[in-house]
């Protein structure tokens, strides 16, 4: 089943067939545990959540919502990419305040990661300068998503967005020097939005 008929299932669950939506599931399931590990393999600091459960979180998120409206295969697989973003995001604040919590669980001291909270600190940054740049330009953080986020060739995102590949060469460039303007020593962010 090719793209035309992700595209209809996915049109028929905004009309509201939910079975349409586990419908699609099975034909882009390859695509989204490439997205998963993809943010996975960004660092986010995750002992809980691993490729397969970061997959059905989205899908439980995503098909709960009603009136979801996705014009193609790739659109549906931004919006993937950001759901699984904010997942990720929630989750590392919710470890992050356990740690710091007194309630929280005792973690032995050797087994205690330093690096781990450097990381979770990162990517809480990284969230809260997109959420900056939404403010700013919506259209900058959705080639964000599709390039960094989904792992998106430049073509793919072009696609996803509605847009020319040259506005999406540029939006990249342009969100690429916002973010790290605004993350100051993202060094380690540069690196990996290079690619």
């Excluded at 419908?23 to 986010?44: C, E, H, N």
């Excluded at 549906?76 to 904010?86: D, G, H, P, T």
């Excluded at 959705?142 to 020319?164: K, N, P, Q």
Aim: negative net charge; proline residues 2%.
């Amino acid at each position: 089943m090719h793209g035309g008929a992700i595209t209809e299932l996915l049109q028929r669950h905004h009309l509201g067939d939910r079975e349409a939506f586990d419908q699609v599931v099975p034909l882009v399931y390859d695509y989204l545990r490439r997205i998963a590990r993809s943010q996975l393999a960004r660092g986010w600091p995750s002992d809980t959540l691993d490729t397969t459960a970061l997959v059905h979180e989205a899908y439980l998120q995503l098909a709960a919502e009603t009136g979801l409206s996705v014009k193609d295969r790739n659109h549906f697989y931004a919006i993937c990419a950001r759901v699984m973003r904010r997942i990720l995001v929630d989750h590392a604040r919710r470890v992050s305040a356990q740690k710091r919590s007194a309630d929280g669980p005792r973690v032995p001291l050797d087994f205690v990661d330093v690096g781990v909270d450097a990381q979770t600190e990162v990517m809480v940054a990284v969230d809260e300068a997109l959420t900056a740049l939404h403010h700013l330009d919506e259209q900058l953080v959705r080639v964000v998503e599709c390039r960094y986020f989904a792992g998106m060739t430049e073509t793919e995102t072009a696609a996803a967005l509605d847009m020319s590949l040259r506005s999406v060469q540029r939006h990249w460039l342009r969100a690429r020097a916002w973010l790290l303007r605004e993350l100051g020593t993202a060094h380690d962010y540069e690196e990996r939005a290079g690619s």
